[in-house]
């Protein structure tokens, strides 16, 4: 029997709603929510025996096993925490929150209720990524000490800047909206949260492009083009822009190890390398899609060398290097059985929570600042497979 989703928000993100589309195969897309004219009618050209409505309660009565949060992200946590007190599981795409309130709210409605959480950090499911990852669990470079992130943010002025996401009451900033898949990559990686952060940047470029347009009703997609180009010339910016286009961060993680992440708008290419480095050696990825490489140096060498061991890669299908489709099979299994799963909603929080810290450095003095920690009750809930001492949560097998 299928898994009966109710998707709220199909909009940029939908294409999460269409993997998750498997009528016959698990999961079933039943009902989509939207307060956009248009998007109500792309769901039902996309899903034409599913529900399409304007109204969440009309969505949530419509018995759903789940409910997919596929919203701005300033609108998250107005979704899930109804949707977790109606007793549904719920996926909350990343980044969780734009606040730590809100993503404390999130996991406290779960917890309270006892409903299925579950947050769409794809980024743990990207091949490149699971790759550095096995590495560092066999112990090919010793114990964990520095991870290094820069993130060439091609794209940078199509994707953030001519629409909401420029707007910082909207996404705080892009060392969180952006930043959130990262920081929850290094925190993986390094094996710990943060505990302390420091940050600096500024809004280099697109603060001083004055050609600026009302979007509203338009999406990425309708604007993005290869051809803008160069950055200074972006034309039709969102009419407030009020973030970052370049930063850096410092992170202390619990454990001890170190962590930096470098964030720009304006580069010609758009890619992520990550350096990871350990007591007996280094990892380093070129390139960040499939077929791209991951070098592992264990040896001294003289100056600069080829890595000791390249490893390609592995090929995937669907879309972030075959990530969208894996997050979307763990999902829908957790939805029917529970249990432990790749990603994970103190994770996703405490992304949040580095990110949302990170800018008040960078806005502040850029001085050293200590990230809250959630509930030792939450954590040891989550972490435990979101079962309670007391037997509490649903343990309903669609």
Known sequence: MDVRIGVVGFGLRGHLAREAHRPGAGSRVVAVCDLSERSRAEAAEAFPDALVTGSLSELLDAGVDAVMVLTPDDRHAEVAVPALEAGVAV???????????DCDRILEAAYRTGSRLYVGHNMRHMPVITLMRRLIDEGRIGEVKAVWCRHFVGNGGDYYFKDWHADRSKSVGLLLQKGAHDIDVIHWLGGGYSRRVQAIGSLSVYGGIQDRRDRSGERMHDWFSLDNWPPTAAEGLNPVVDVEDISQVNLVLEGGALASYQQCHFTPDYWRNYTVIGTEGRLENFGDEPGAEVRLWNRRHEGAAPGDETFIVPEAEGGHGGA??????????FVREGGATVTSPVAARNAVAAGVVATASLRGDGGLLAVPELRPELRAYFDGGQVREDGAGHERVV
């Open 91 to 101: 996926f909350c795409e990343k980044p969780l929150a734009i606040s730590i309130e």
């Open 324 to 333: 969208d489709r894996l997050l979307i099979d763990e999902f829908v299994a």
